[in-house]
């Protein structure tokens, strides 16, 4: 082999070491951009939300659970009647538009989450007590609200959900 040869083979195998860093570079990046973008739209989840919205939320949990005799279906509302979770999105809903607030704000999230711009894991740990329960009272069957109002949700739920089972996510609320 010539010095020739030599110097060429040398500049080849800098070259590729070169690319392969570069290309790592640009994967750890994109991971670090989506996580960025999960942070901000976490910030912007909650800053939408109303202060009551969350604490509204949890009363229909619990309001919703076996234990307190709800139907399948049903909560109990504040005066302790039985209505149907569609009530939620009616004008004067129970929750004062509490849950109608939190699912346009999760369509939001998962208009992104579709686009691969956000870590869906990583908003899925904070969120994914409010998607799952959401999903299940407002999303059975093609013509739920869900899937006719909140589109992006809708796929995102039917895309993830057999993911979302495997995930760790944060508590909002307890049935008792």
Not at 21 to 41: G, W
Not at 138 to 163: C, Q, R, T, W
Request: charged letters at 25%.
């Amino acid at each position: 082999m010539s010095s020739e040869e030599i110097r060429e083979w040398i500049k080849f195998f800098v070259l590729i070491i070169g690319g392969c860093l570069a290309l790592r570079t640009y994967i750890v990046s994109q991971r670090q951009k989506r996580l960025d973008n999960s942070l901000k739209l976490l910030d912007i989840f909650f800053d939408n939300l109303e202060d009551n919205d969350l604490i509204e939320w949890k009363r229909i949990f619990m309001g919703s659970s076996e234990p307190s005799g709800a139907k399948q279906g049903h909560f109990h509302s504040s005066y302790n009647q039985q209505i149907p979770f569609d009530s939620l999105f009616r004008e004067g809903p129970d929750d004062k538009g509490a849950n109608d607030r939190i699912v346009q704000q999760l369509d939001l999230i998962a208009y992104d989450a579709l686009k691969g711009t956000i870590d869906i894991r990583f908003i899925y740990s904070r969120l994914g007590q409010l998607m799952n329960t959401t999903y299940r009272w407002f999303g059975d069957g093609e013509k739920s609200i869900i899937a006719v109002h909140y589109p992006h949700f809708n796929k995102l739920m039917k895309k993830y959900n057999k993911k979302f089972k495997d995930w760790p996510t944060k508590v909002y609320s307890y049935c008792e």
